[in-house]
Structure formats: structure tokens, C-alpha cells
């Protein structure tokens, strides 16, 4: 496995975005709207890491209260695997929890499942690109 990306959440992602935008010195990434997921998101893509943005849709968004209470900041960190199932049922085994039973659909049509953080001690999320 490898990083793929890692999340900063965020109360304003027009303002983070065009903060971030200057600091890696990169134009503004388009801003998606997932209303399956509860987020609006964008990503930059640096030489060597990918940094997603994301901010909450409203209250009921998974990170509504992670935003409501730190303001924002490093959200979860993301691995990129090649056989999302298998990951899973690996961590199953080791004593790992997940938060759903089953991978769900994210950014850019990737399959995501997210590691309960009190597992390792952050938020951790399993990332299967889509299939070229």
C-alpha cells in the first residue's frame, strides 16, 4: 500500500482552496459536490502527494462535527490499495474496525471504507482507484 492522499477538513473550501492554491503554488482545483457523501471536495495533486479538501454539506455530514469542533485541519489519511475486499478482510482478521461493513463510492469514482479511528489512533481510510 501506498498514501494516495490526505484529507484537511475544512469550513470554507473556496477560501482553503485558494489558501492551499497559493501555497503549493497550483492553479484552484475544481470544487465537486458529493451529496451521497455529505461533502463538497477538491484535490491537489503535488509531485508526490495528493491533498484533498472538504468541507461539510451541512450538520449531517461526517465531518460537521469535526469541523464544528477543531475549525478544521488533517481529517483522516488515506491508503491506496489495489484489492479494497481483501484489505478489509485483512484488517477484520488483525482486529481492526471499520465504519460500515461494506466499501461505498467516493471522490472521483473510487471505492472507500473508512478504519474506525480508535483502531490505530487516527482516522484511516482504505482507497481502491477505479480499474483502468
Avoid at 482552496?17 to 470544487?31: G, M, Q, T, V
Avoid at 484533498?52 to 478544521?72: T, Y
Wanted: charged share 25%.
Amino acid at each position: 500500500m501506498r498514501v494516495h492522499h490526505l484529507a484537511i477538513a475544512c469550513a470554507d473550501i473556496i477560501q482553503s482552496r485558494d489558501l492551499w492554491s497559493k501555497l503549493l503554488n497550483i492553479a484552484p482545483p475544481e470544487i465537486h459536490t458529493l451529496e451521497d457523501r455529505g461533502v463538497k471536495a477538491c484535490a491537489f495533486d503535488t509531485s508526490n502527494l495528493r491533498i484533498e479538501l472538504v468541507q461539510p454539506l451541512d450538520e449531517n455530514s461526517p465531518i460537521a462535527k469535526f469541523v464544528k469542533e477543531r475549525g478544521g485541519g488533517l481529517h483522516h489519511v488515506a491508503l491506496e490499495t489495489s484489492d479494497i475486499e481483501k484489505e478489509m478482510n485483512r484488517g477484520i482478521t488483525s482486529g481492526f474496525k471499520f465504519l460500515g461493513d461494506k466499501p461505498l463510492v467516493g471522490f472521483e469514482n473510487t471505492k472507500v471504507i473508512f478504519m474506525h479511528p480508535k483502531s490505530v489512533g487516527v482516522l484511516v481510510e482504505f482507497v481502491e482507484p477505479p480499474k483502468k
